[in-house]
């Protein structure tokens, strides 16, 4: 609130000081007009810009220049925010349809398979730190419930369901943070972060025992905030390992990405076990884009990425984690970039969380957190956030980054429109996709919510 409150001012002043000046400038008709007796004038003489349509035209290109200028600072300094809407990516808009409209086609119309359990026992992100400010509190969906988080004045995060138990207001929207307790808009109740307990109520003698709100088990780790989700109510079973770089502020935040894709949770992380899609679908340069109709377009045939991949679980006690070693070489005409050459750790932790690491002699080092996040039983959003080495310039990391994300939005077009297959037809070169479902069925249990199956009979 505090921030968007502090840019908004910043740039209402520069609006202010750019229109006195160029007012100031625009209004000096007189040449020996002195302003503020600084031989203003005297300027515009020298410099021969004496005439209004003159100073109009340095104005123009003054204020281009600032354009350029800000355009340059956010492209070298800022960080790189790329939010995709639910149906911007991966969905094919034909005969005059909408984005919206084919994404709604495709969901309404696509044969499921039969789905594993969907929401899998495990850690997921709900948001970056940076997104929540003390005093905040944000309302999100995860896993087909709707939580409020929100950070309390001393500085703590927590998780609530979003609904009060009173009378079921959204605590979210409009609910404010009162020490480390979320008050409700509607009645005023006030319930603390740490356990839920109601703790007052603005109108009653006494509060009763049973006035809570259900607490998820959260935690605040490597610049995110992550909920415990468990079919059964139980307690964590193992904890998400810090990244010290991030913790110690030697890796900086440098961007995120987000995408809302719609499959089964379990198809994403499925994708680091599916080593031959990645000759497949990776192959064609960036340069060819996402959309999987023109990727292997002849026009940029010259640039390949090249990747020898393998993936394994870890044993105890990190058996809910796996890894994925991947090497990547760039080749440009056949010829290979050693300089380019990048070695990365794809380590998955648990359902919901993978920590891409980089580890290169001349680009530097970072992590990208790959989180994902059920929203609904078909629908996973993706976070992509990279912190880096705050002694590499930004744009190294954004361009990973934008790199990663041109990547992924080719398995989004293939997730969106999948069908989840229990069954698959495997050769034996594809014997990394069974043993990773073996990995992950370790998520659910015997309780774990499951999608009813979709009436396949067309009755109107
Ligand atoms: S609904 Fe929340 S206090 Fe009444
Ligand atoms: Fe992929």
Redesign the pocket.
């Known amino acids: 609130m505090e921030n968007s409150s502090n840019t908004l001012l910043v740039k209402v002043a520069a609006v202010v000081v750019i229109s006195i000046t160029a007012a100031l400038v625009m209004h000096v008709q007189d040449p020996s007009d002195t302003v503020l007796g600084v031989g203003y004038p005297e300027l515009w003489r020298r410099t021969g810009l004496a005439g209004a349509p003159a100073r109009a035209a340095t104005c123009i290109l003054a204020g281009v220049l600032l354009l350029t200028l800000g355009w340059l600072y956010r492209l070298l300094f800022a960080p790189l925010e790329l939010l995709r809407s639910p149906d911007e990516v991966g969905y094919i808009a034909e005969d005059g349809r909408t984005r919206a409209q084919a994404a709604n086609d495709v969901r309404r119309r696509r044969k499921t398979g039969e789905l594993p359990p969907v929401y899998p026992n495990g850690w997921y992100r709900v948001l970056d730190s940076h997104m929540l400010e003390r005093g905040d509190v944000k309302n999100v969906t995860v896993l087909g419930e709707q939580v409020a988080v929100f950070r309390g004045l001393e500085g703590k995060a927590y998780v609530v369901d979003a609904y ?6 959204n ?1 979210a929207v409009g609910g404010r943070v009162v020490g480390d307790c979320i008050e ?6 006030q319930f603390r972060g740490e356990d839920g307990k109601c703790i007052r ?1 603005p109108y009653a003698e006494k509060v009763p025992e049973f006035a809570k709100v259900r607490c998820w088990p959260s935690c605040e780790i490597n610049g995110q905030i992550l909920v415990w989700f468990h079919c059964d109510g139980d307690e964590p079973g193992w904890r998400v390992p810090e990244q010290r770089e991030i913790t110690q502020g030697v890796w900086v935040y440098r961007g995120r990405t987000e995408h809302f894709i719609n499959a089964h949770i379990e198809e994403i992380p499925e994708n680091a076990a599916d080593i031959a899609h990645l000759a497949h679908l990776h192959t064609p340069g960036i340069v060819s884009g996402v959309d999987l109709r023109y990727t292997n377009s002849k026009t940029w045939e010259f640039v390949r990425h090249d990747w020898k991949v393998e993936w394994k679980p870890e044993t105890e006690p990190n058996k809910h984690c796996s890894q994925m070693l991947v090497k990547h070489a760039l080749t440009v005409f056949g010829r290979r970039w050693p300089l380019l050459d990048l070695d990365v750790v794809a380590r998955q932790v648990g359902p919901g969380i993978v920590f891409l690491l980089f580890d290169h002699s001349f680009l530097g080092h970072g992590v990208i957190m790959h989180c994902v996040t059920p929203v609904e039983p078909l629908l996973q959003c993706v976070s992509h956030t990279i912190f880096y080495q705050s002694s590499i310039p930004p744009l190294v990391p954004k361009f990973i980054l934008r790199a990663e994300c041109i990547q992924f939005e080719r398995d989004v077009m293939i997730w969106n429109n999948k069908k989840y297959i229990s069954k698959p037809m495997l050769v034996k070169e594809d014997s990394a996709i069974q043993k990773h479902r073996r990995w992950f069925s370790q998520f659910y249990s015997e309780n774990s919510p499951r999608l009813r199956y979709q009436h396949d009979t067309m009755d109107f």
């Open positions: 009060c138990p009173h009378l079921g207001a605590l409700c808009p509607f009645h005023g109740w109520i």
